[in-house]
């Protein structure tokens, strides 16, 4: 195992990010020795969260949530350039080190997950991007032939957009079912 290489997170200065994916809070205000923090946390889609406290404020202390991978990205590397997202190589969101970290474009991030098969473009529901279901969509088709609603109606309680409703309605997409 190579060297543990430490940087500090430049917005935040009480906090600094490792090239093996680890985050530790720095001894100094209410914290009497560096700690290595737990990594718990994780959003909808999988990837480690963690909360960084911002005690430079005056009055009342505040908690922000960051994604891990990007701290670290951010820390070595650099800022997202313009049109980047941070790209995992072995495709396990899990998996923070430096080395399996880089800046892409999300057009190379996409054929990534599809080429993988982290991200499947199936039909409806088996489509890892798929919003709905299929019986959310034969709703929605009996919502507008029957009770006649309108398609920003339908898209408020399904929380989709109307043009999603009118190609759903229209056989544009969802045409399966």
Not at 91 to 112: Q, T, Y
Request: net charge positive; with cysteine.
């Amino acid at each position: 195992m190579s060297c543990e290489k430490w940087s500090k997170i430049n917005s935040f200065p009480n906090y600094s990010v490792s090239d093996h994916g680890r985050i530790k809070r720095l001894k100094g205000y209410r914290c009497k020795t560096d700690r290595i923090l737990a990594l718990t946390g994780s959003n909808n889609c999988g990837y480690v969260i963690v909360g960084l406290w911002d005690y430079s404020k005056c009055y009342g202390n505040k908690c922000y949530g960051f994604s891990l991978h990007r701290l670290i990205l951010e820390a070595f590397i650099s800022k997202a350039p313009e049109g980047t997202v941070c790209h995992h190589i072995d495709g396990n969101k899990k998996n923070n080190k430096l080395s399996n970290l880089e800046w892409i474009s999300p057009k190379d991030n996409m054929r990534h997950a599809y080429g993988t098969g982290l991200a499947h473009g199936g039909k409806g529901e088996q489509n890892s991007q798929a919003k709905l279901t299929d019986n959310k969509v034969l709703m929605i088709r009996y919502l507008y032939k029957k009770c006649g609603m309108a398609y920003f109606e339908i898209g408020k309680l399904f929380r989709v957009d109307g043009q999603s409703i009118s190609n759903i309605i229209n056989l544009k997409s969802w045409a399966h079912i």
